[in-house]
C-alpha cells in the first residue's frame, strides 16, 4: 500500500505553501491518535482465546498514516485503516470460521493544542456469516454499515493516559430491514499507571462502552489489563487479559447477550 502511495506524493508536495505556513509530510512514522486499545474492533492485528466456548477471534489489520498537513498552530494527519475480523470455532477435531467482519475507515485527525485532538472520520462495515456456517446450516442475514464519526481525544503524555468519546452516525443500515440514520456512542481510555518501574511501567489498563441507539442504546463493554511493548515508529505488541459485556459486537448475532473473558496477544501498526 504505502509503495502505490508514494506515486501521489507529488500531487500533496504541490499542495505545499511557504507563503500560507502550509506544509506537507508523507508517511508519518508516528500517529497523532493512538489505537482504541480496549475497541473489540479496532483496526488492528490481533488474535484471542475465548473462555464462553471453544473459540477463537483473529483479526489482520491497522492503521497506516497517510500525510501530516501543517499550518500555523495546527497540526492534522489522515490516515486510512481497515481490518478483518473473524471467529474460528473448534469441534470434532476439526475448524471452522463462524463470521468474517469487514471495516474501512477513513480519519482526519486534528491537533489543537497538545493535549486535545478532534477526530474525524468516514467508515464502512459488512458483517457475514462464513460458508462453513452457512453448510453447517445457519441462515443468512445482512448487516452493512456505513457511517461518519466524530470524537474528541484527550492525551496525557506525562502520566501516559489517553482517553476519547465521540459519536458514530450511520448513514447506511441495512440489516434484515433498513434502520439507517442510527447513533451510536463511544467511549474509552487506557493508561500506564505505573512510571518509575521499569517492568511496571509498561502495564496499563484500559476500557472501550458503547451504546447503540438501534438497540435501545444497550452497551458492549470491555476492560483490558496487559503488557505492552513499542518502538520509535509506534508500533505496539500487547499481552493482555479482557472481559466483555453487553451486546454481541459481530453483526450478524445482534442482538445476543455475550459476557465472556478472553486473552489475546494485539499488534497494533
Request: overall charge positive; proline content about 2%; cysteine-free.
Amino acid at each position: 500500500m504505502k509503495i502505490l502511495l508514494l506515486l501521489f506524493m507529488p500531487f500533496f508536495q504541490s499542495a505545499s505553501n511557504d507563503s500560507i505556513g502550509l506544509s506537507v509530510s508523507m508517511l508519518p512514522n508516528e500517529k497523532v491518535v493512538a489505537v482504541y486499545t480496549a475497541d473489540l474492533r479496532a483496526n488492528r492485528m490481533s488474535f484471542q482465546r475465548n473462555f464462553d466456548g471453544l473459540n477463537y477471534t483473529a483479526s489482520m489489520g491497522g492503521i497506516y498514516p497517510l500525510a501530516n498537513i501543517n499550518i500555523p498552530k495546527f497540526i492534522s494527519q489522515l490516515s486510512v485503516a481497515g481490518s478483518t475480523y473473524l471467529t474460528l470455532t473448534r469441534q470434532n477435531n476439526a475448524g471452522s470460521v463462524e463470521n468474517v467482519d469487514f471495516f474501512a475507515d477513513v480519519f482526519y485527525d486534528i491537533q489543537l493544542t497538545q493535549d486535545w485532538v478532534v477526530r474525524l472520520g468516514t467508515g464502512h462495515s459488512s458483517q457475514h456469516l462464513s460458508d462453513d456456517a452457512i453448510i453447517a446450516g445457519a441462515s443468512f442475514k445482512n448487516y452493512v454499515k456505513d457511517y461518519h464519526q466524530m470524537q474528541l481525544v484527550y492525551k496525557l503524555a506525562k502520566h501516559k493516559l489517553q482517553s476519547y468519546a465521540g459519536v458514530y452516525y450511520v448513514y447506511n443500515f441495512k440489516t434484515s430491514s433498513d434502520i439507517s440514520k442510527k447513533l451510536m456512542w463511544q467511549f474509552g481510555w487506557e493508561h500506564q499507571p505505573f512510571k518509575t518501574v521499569a517492568f511496571l511501567r509498561h502495564l496499563y489498563y484500559a476500557g472501550d462502552i458503547k451504546f447503540r441507539q438501534e438497540l435501545n442504546y444497550a452497551h458492549t463493554l470491555n476492560i483490558q489489563v496487559g503488557y505492552k511493548i513499542s518502538n520509535e515508529k509506534s508500533s505496539i505488541f500487547r499481552l493482555a487479559f479482557d472481559y466483555s459485556q453487553g451486546k454481541d459486537e459481530r453483526g450478524y448475532y445482534m442482538p445476543a447477550e455475550r459476557n465472556y473473558a478472553h486473552i489475546g496477544i494485539y499488534f497494533d501498526f
